[in-house]
């Protein structure tokens, strides 16, 4: 049975999620990635970033996810 996220042994999607300590910056770095922006933000915790499948080759739709820290 095929997965939703794999067709014809190909992703269709892809999904990343940044961990780590405490004050280390995840959500900074995962802003300037979505954003192709540096900014110091104060959010602890981000929704999920979508990044623009027109900035990829492959076209596949990546979607990275922020954690806290706890």
Excluded: C, W
């Excluded at 997965?3 to 959500?27: A, F, L, M, P, W």
């Excluded at 492959?58 to 996810?65: E, F, H, S």
């Amino acid at each position: 049975m095929p997965r939703d996220n794999v067709h014809r042994g190909y992703r269709t999607e892809v999904r990343i999620v940044v961990v780590g300590d405490n004050r280390t910056g995840k959500s900074s770095l995962i802003r300037a990635v979505a954003s192709n922006n540096f900014e110091e933000i104060l959010v602890p915790v981000l929704p999920p970033q979508n990044l623009p499948i027109h900035k990829y080759r492959d076209r596949v739709p990546i979607t990275i996810i922020d954690t806290s820290s706890r």
